[in-house]
């Protein structure tokens, strides 16, 4: 019996959970920017017998016996990490341990600020991440959050703003990186600032990572002290976080995360961050950023003929958020019966949102995971289509029922997983032929 069979015949239900989870990455259009389908060798290295192992510590330096190979795997994904970003491991530093983007977050606060310190990030209602100082967050219940937004007409960062704030509320680190934010961000500008307030910079890239790996957004590690990341967006890899600082600060930063935070790092994962980022030096990785922007750029073009606002008018990397009030429709419910055909997002606040945040005025839209199904120019124009068509149509069942036809249709063009040898299929459904481990 292979590893697929023992877990059908063991746990039927969590088997059935995957399959069902199969069918819908499968049958979804899925618009939601924070999100990714990584590769048949990055699943081969989280579902390994590196979950097992227990490794407190750094390589060389664990709390248990029998790392050497888990050793191996997170020097690889270090010095990886350091090549793909085109760092000298002279200069910087790579923790690869976090579990996840807010983890690395949080790791940077403990390695830079004591409670109370004031912070200045991008406030979560104009595109910010939880962790940048949101009062209910650890980054604004422990220390001193001070928010900038983006230009009233431009919609874009206004760095005189964020000047301003600097210098009247002097924070002790400045934040720059976004969860919604669609235009180039200028982190000469923010270091420029860093500077006036004697400020460290930290720079969160999570969304962005991917395309700074292929030079497709400018880099920050010419001027940010520290910058973390997720693996898991653009970048393409497993589900966590990373931490790239300047050389001076790696044994604070090392510290912060362990003994400070974690416990034993999720060595499967490390070993799949390492994959990924050997994915992600591939010429075929730019081409695919590459498009990633194309699909953005022609999906905004597409809704501004039809009519829709696009916040701050257009789009520099794989997202972008729709104004909906023109087409008297909120978030909330263009989410919900998007879902209901087959495409799935998130509602997401405009700048200055008259609705509640549960509600919203907008929806945003990214391209990553179509991109990697294959989707280019011509797919996402008819996507556009299709979500034009069902948020006009959003009660008229036979209409919404024809556009769930065509979604199928699709998507069954475009498999992510489904039938093709060089992915990996789960361990719930796959044979023994098709075992790749
Ligand atoms: C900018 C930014 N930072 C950090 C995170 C946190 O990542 P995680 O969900 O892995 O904690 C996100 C997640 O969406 C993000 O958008």
Redesign the pocket.
Known sequence: MNNSQALKHYDAAIALSIEREEERIESTINLIA?ENYTSDKVMAATSSVMTNKYAEGYPSRRYYGGCQNVDTAENIARERLLELYGLSSEEFHANVQAH????A?MAVYFTFLELGDTVLGMDLAAGG?L?HGYKINFSGTFYSPVSYGVHAKTEELDYEEIKALALQHKPKMIIA???AYSKIIDFKKFREIADEVGAILFV?M??IAGLVATGQHPSPFLYADVVTS?THKTLRGP?G?IIICKKEWGTKIDRSIMPGLQGGPLMHHIAAKAVAFKEAMEPSFKEYQTQVIKNAQTMVTEFKKRGYRIVSNGTDNHLFVVDLRSKKITGKIAEQVLESVGISLNKNCIPNDPEKPMITSGIRIGTPAITTRGFKEEQVKQVVDLIDRTLMNKEDEIVLTKITHEITQLCNAFPVYKGKKEFFINPATRTESETIL
Do not use: I, L
């Open positions: 924070s996840s983007g807010s983890q977050n991440h962790t990186g976004a969860s969160d999570a969304h997720t589900r976080g």
